[in-house]
């Protein structure tokens, strides 16, 4: 899996912004980064994640679901763009889960790549390969399936790749609500800044 991500923060705005492809060391900045703001005022003002990509590396996922399910304060994620596989089981993690007007989500089982160096494989091998995808496939659903109904619908829109905008994310309880749009650019303009200041 090719791709390249964004990962900036700010403590005094207590918002971490995310854009792209996880990796482990996605996770582990993003561990970091909030916990820092953690540390930075009260454990009752919200801390907004904004997040948009294409998922990555599901152990890295559950990961970062984990740090924002255990955050002392409360994590407020902003879905925005287009946001699918593990960037949209993120959204499912936040005490909020909110997103901006025009956000499209896709769904996307697990995809277990083989090493293009391999010319053969056991068949007890490919087991354990497909073996795993069927873990990360219920791993995946059982994060949809905390609040998203009815369940059946969820399970079908998932085996079937679907790509959905908000209002239907709404109807199936996947997302809370709209974001404000004031909120999210004011917030866009400090993380352009940083993420400039972070290419120099």
Excluded at 37 to 55: A, D, M
Excluded at 70 to 83: D, I, Q
Excluded at 123 to 131: A, M, S
Excluded at 160 to 165: H, P, Y
Aim: proline share 4%; net charge positive; aromatic share 10%.
């Amino acid at each position: 899996m090719k791709g390249t991500s964004v990962l900036v923060s700010d403590i005094d705005a207590r918002f971490i912004w995310f854009e792209g492809l996880i990796t482990p060391k996605t996770a582990v900045d993003f561990g970091r980064m909030l916990a820092k703001i953690n540390r930075s005022s009260s454990e009752s003002t919200p801390i907004y994640f904004y997040i948009k990509g294409v998922g990555g590396e599901i152990n890295s996922t559950i990961a970062m679901a984990q740090y924002i399910e255990g955050s002392p304060s409360p994590v407020c994620v902003v879905a925005h763009g287009f946001v699918a596989s593990g960037c949209f089981l993120l959204t499912q993690a936040g005490k909020s889960r909110l997103a901006m007007a025009g956000t499209k989500f896709k769904f996307h089982p697990a995809a277990m790549g083989l090493n293009k160096k391999i010319k053969f494989i056991e068949q007890r091998e490919l087991y354990h390969v497909l073996d795993k995808a069927k873990i990360s496939n219920a791993v995946q659903l059982s994060w949809f399936l905390r609040k998203g109904k009815p369940a059946d619908v969820i399970c079908r829109l998932f085996a079937d790749v679907a790509v959905m905008g908000l209002p239907k994310a709404i109807r199936l309880n996947l997302v809370d609500h709209y974001f404000k749009e004031a909120d999210f650019y004011k917030d866009r303009r400090i993380a352009r800044r940083l993420i400039k200041r972070a290419k120099r």
